[in-house]
């Protein structure tokens, strides 16, 4: 069964500028998630959808982060303008279901996408 | 691939000794935990989980304790390996997402 694929692997980009991170989950996975994980830190949830439809968003920088789940299988990141801060590891994750309903809230992680800001 | 965890908790244990790793969680009404394995460069790899009706669950070289009294994980690994090697994060589920912790690097000294 193929993984959950993410892409670029790797950005360089200078601060101001836009980048855009993709993610196709496992085939049937309803539920994704966005995890940015900075050097030395566990992952921390940006984003989870249900199909098409945002679950939680609260951790998300609505001011220059974006992402959208349009027909409820890839999705794609948005960053703009990027603060060096920023410079993280956008990590997408996907799962069968969700937590509560047993064997279904497993999350199988990508590889990420790895974000440096100069 | 660049490191994961530069700065993390470091345990290191021989090669064919038992390791024991630990994590707090942070939320008792938390119901589902799950540790993960991160390699550099790679993403986190699921390794074994736990629901909270449970104290111990068992695996493959790999055994969880959880402790709700005290809001405390476990990983057990049996006869380390030098593949074990990683960075080692535990996550607290609730309701409909996961809560990851700091994570712990796991040295295996030959």
């Known amino acids: 069964e193929a993984g959950v694929a993410q892409s670029p692997r790797y950005k360089i980009i200078e601060k101001r500028q836009s980048v855009a991170f993709w993610c196709n989950p496992i085939s049937g996975h309803a539920t994704l998630y966005w995890y940015q994980q900075i050097l030395g830190q566990g992952p921390k949830l940006l984003i989870q959808?249900?199909?098409?439809?945002?679950?939680?968003d609260s951790q998300l920088p609505k001011d220059r982060f974006s992402a959208e789940r349009l027909k409820g299988v890839d999705s794609t990141l948005k960053i703009q303008p990027a603060k060096l801060e920023d410079s993280a590891v956008y990590l997408c994750?996907?799962?069968?279901?969700?937590?509560?309903?047993?064997?279904?809230?497993?999350?199988?992680f990508g590889e990420g996408s790895r974000l440096t800001v100069l | 691939g660049e490191s994961v965890g530069l700065h993390l908790p470091t345990l290191s244990v021989q090669e064919g000794d038992n390791s024991i790793i630990n994590c707090a969680y942070s939320?008792?009404?938390?119901?589902?935990f799950i540790w993960y394995k991160q390699e550099s460069g790679k993403g986190p790899q699921f390794i074994i989980d736990i629901r909270s009706n449970m104290d111990k669950r068992q695996g493959q070289r790999v055994t969880v304790l959880l402790n709700k009294t005290v809001k405390h994980l476990s990983l057990q690994i049996a006869a380390t390996q030098p593949g074990d090697s990683a960075v080692y994060f535990c996550?607290?589920?609730?309701?409909?997402?996961?809560?990851f912790g700091p994570g712990t690097r796991l040295s295996v000294l030959p």
């Open positions: 959808f249900q199909n098409n439809g945002v679950v939680d």
């Open positions: 939320n008792s009404a938390s119901d589902y």
């Open positions: 996550a607290e589920g609730l309701v409909q997402n996961f809560v």
């Open positions: 994750a996907s799962s069968l279901g969700v937590i509560v309903i047993p064997n279904t809230g497993e999350l199988f």
